[in-house]
Nanobody
Framework: QVQLVESGGGLVQAGGSLRLSCAAS????????MGWYRQAPGKQRELVAV???????NYADSLKGRFTISRDNAKNTVYLQMNSLKPEDTAVYYC???????????WGQGTQVTVSS
């Protein structure tokens, strides 16, 4: 079994920054893909950024230039640096990883990000 633990959310003023982390633990042999999604109140979960297997990083168009995804393979950890935050970035942020097999999809518990105006 694999567990994902997120950290780094919180309350920040508009224009501020936050860095989210998501660490995977358990029986991990290979991580095929890792990324971040978010879900605002009353809205569907949406892609923020993802490292696909062997491909280029994929960002939501509206977030390019403000958000940066990175990874530490040795630590099985993915990060999301969020700059110039806006109130509309308020959401629960979730990490997702595909581990050991394309059929094994794991989600973190979610971390709340609240941006005040």
């Amino acid at each position: 079994q694999v567990q994902l633990v997120e950290s780094g959310g919180g309350l920040v003023q508009a224009g501020g920054s936050l860095r989210l982390s998501c660490a995977a633990s358990g029986s991990i042999f290979s991580i095929f893909a890792m990324g971040w999604y978010r879900q605002a109140p009353g809205k569907q979960r949406e892609l923020v950024a993802v490292f696909p297997s062997g491909g280029r990083i994929n960002y939501a168009d509206s977030l390019k230039g403000r958000f940066t995804i990175s990874r530490d393979n040795a630590k099985n950890t993915v990060y999301l640096q969020m700059n110039s935050l806006k109130p509309e970035d308020t959401a629960v942020y979730y990490c997702k990883m595909i581990v050991n097999s394309w059929s094994n999809e794991y989600w973190g518990q979610g971390t709340q990000v609240t941006v005040s105006s």
